[in-house]
């Protein structure tokens, strides 16, 4: 009773293999456009080619495996219908274009990458765990290659900048400073082999459902905006730090 993707066109042989790896890469952007919605963990598994022709079948097959979890580390069954599946593509289909993690780099230093790039595979291994503890560490990973330019008060810069791009001025903005300050601390915690509090360790639950939420509300805000998108995708740091300047002394007049 699982689904299943499938695709039916006219290939050449010599293709199948291409043609294969392109179509996981398109079931994996479906995931992606879904995750960007709201919190889930749809998972790909094995995918197969078959190719007839008059004289034989040839079964080809392939697989981009990614065990994603929920924020809490839970998996859940995902249910939806056609219409909503609809909706979800049409209004995230641009940002997940523009996060598409198609790359043929060997490294995340390649100059050819935008932070975009960069984050994004910082999510996706916090996707990729249970721990909720990982995943905060990769979350705020994703978020410093996001949004820092200098490891001077990176904790400070991270919630500024974070709270700047998501929220206008009022407590929403002063929520999501603190929010961050603390996410922050306990990735602090985590990388350097420290422990949490019984009542922090309550408590990181409801921070690593916030870190999933900033991730994806973060993107979509930055891909929806062209002015912001080219900013974040090019490899100019006096020109982050001047946009992030103007958001705070304008009163987010920039974005």
Known sequence: NEPVIYSVSEEDQK???DKLIFFLYIVQLFSTLVWLEFDSCIETEMAYAIYNNSDNCIVSSNCLKYSFTKSTGNVDIFESNKST??????SNEISAEKIDQQMNSTTLLDKDLSRINRAMYFF?????????????????????????????ELSHQLAERMSVILYQQGEDRIDCYNSMKKIYNIRSKV???????????????????????????ILKR???????????T?????????????CLLNNNKEN
Do not use: P, W
């Open 15 to 17: 293709e199948i293999e």
């Open 85 to 90: 599946i609809n909706k979800i593509i049409n």
């Open 124 to 152: 996706t291994m916090a996707r990729g765990t249970r721990y909720v503890e990982f995943k905060i560490a990769n979350y705020c990973s994703g978020f410093e290659a996001l949004l820092s330019t200098s490891q001077s």
């Open 191 to 217: 990388v350097h082999g420290d422990t949490l509090s019984n009542s922090n360790t309550v408590s990181i639950f409801e921070h690593v459902v916030k870190c999933d939420q900033y991730a994806r509300s």
């Open 222 to 232: 930055i891909t929806m905006n062209d002015k912001m998108y080219k900013i974040f």
């Open 234 to 246: 090019i490899s100019d740091q006096k020109e982050m730090d001047a946009f992030f300047l103007s």
